[in-house]
């Protein structure tokens, strides 16, 4: 998972997919009604990253869990 953010100066956060622990998803009665939110990533140890004005969150949370599964090898 890579983010980045920033027009004049550029921030990065990388988590490497097999560090991910979690994904969660925040919506406020606006977000609902027009599909966004902000996406939480949690990683091992401390690492976190929210990742707000995400478009369709619900979907990118079920598209990582699916990646995750298939790399623990359940289905």
Not at 40 to 58: A, E, F, H, K
Request: hydrophobic share 35%; aromatic share 8%.
């Amino acid at each position: 998972v890579i983010i980045k953010t920033g027009l004049l100066s550029c921030n990065a956060f990388e988590l490497n997919l097999v560090k991910v622990e979690s994904v969660q998803v925040r919506q406020g009665f606006f977000g609902q009604m027009f599909n966004y939110g902000t996406v939480c990533v949690n990683g091992t140890g401390s690492s976190s990253q929210d990742i707000s004005g995400i478009d369709r969150p619900l979907e990118f949370k079920k598209v990582v869990n699916k990646i995750l599964d298939g790399l623990n090898g359940t289905r």
